[in-house]
């Protein structure tokens, strides 16, 4: 099983998670996705706590968005196991991993680009909410409207709450995509290189974002970019070539010999 916060070392590749505990969010047990004779995750084990933040990094083609393909349901795996919150969802169709709790962004942007920021957020709220398929506008009071605001203050977007998506710079879009996916009260969220294209201002606006997000959340961050993804993060596991490299804390994977010489050209 991976080390949590504050372990004393870095685990290797191959160590399989042992019981369940019972503060886990997501348990993966030796999860594989072939296509074909290619195996883009391959013997992938490891655990997130309830409420930890966890990234995964890797250079492309590590198997990063495989891996999250295949825990979203997109790809389900062709072998191993996958639990949340102790629940095998190995088998379950994505709409009912989403109903569990379960949510992800992507690296490409999956807005609607002709409406405004408020409206995106209702939407989200409405996909998440009993009564969605309503064709009746909820009043001001309804919880849907409320949850609605709530997002935009949590997104750190009410002041553009009417611009239209079209309209919105990156890094606004991102943060949107981020207030959609806090939508119905997740328990565990998959960012896809939410820094992705970002400005080094809009970076610093990203990371006070995900720092706000609540202590119980759990989340699992993929990342290209190192100083964001270990600034945000209490545990990481590497990836190469679809495989568990490492696992440790931030610092003990900034430090690491292996990790250093294949990802980041020697000591920085």
């Known amino acids: 099983m991976p080390l949590r916060p504050g372990a004393a070392r870095v685990s290797s590749r191959g160590a399989a998670p042992k019981a369940l505990a019972s503060g886990d969010a997501l348990v ?12 883009a995750v391959d013997d992938v084990s490891f655990a997130v706590a309830a409420g930890q933040k966890y990234a995964v990094l890797g250079s492309n083609g590590a198997g990063k968005t495989t891996l999250f393909n295949a825990i979203t349901g997109d790809f389900p795996p062709t072998a191993g196991v996958i639990r949340f919150f102790g629940e095998d969802i190995t088998a379950l169709p994505p709409h009912e991993r989403i109903r569990k709790g379960l949510r992800r962004t992507y690296q490409s942007s999956l807005l609607f680009r002709e409406l405004s920021v408020r409206d995106n957020l209702f939407l989200a709220v409405r996909g998440v909410a009993n009564g969605r398929f309503s064709l009746r506008r909820p009043g001001a009071s309804h919880p849907s409207t409320q949850a609605t605001q709530d997002l935009l203050e949590r997104a750190r977007l009410a002041h553009i709450a009417d611009e239209l998506v079209a309209n919105l710079a990156h890094g606004q879009q991102r943060q949107l995509e981020i207030g959609m996916a806090l939508a119905g009260a997740p328990r565990l969220i998959l960012f896809d290189e939410p820094a992705a294209g970002l400005s080094p201002a ?12 609540p202590a119980h959340m759990s989340y699992v961050l993929i990342e290209h970019d190192l100083d964001i993804a270990l600034r945000v993060t209490e545990q990481v596991t590497v990836m190469h070539n ?8 931030p610092e003990q994977i900034e430090n690491d010999a292996e990790v250093q010489a294949i990802y980041m050209g020697g000591k920085h």
């Open 28 to 39: 993966l047990e030796g999860v594989t996705r072939a296509f074909g004779a290619l195996r």
């Open 202 to 213: 809009e970076r610093r606006e990203l990371v006070a974002l995900l720092r706000s997000l």
């Open 242 to 249: 679809g495989r568990v490299l490492k696992t440790g804390t």
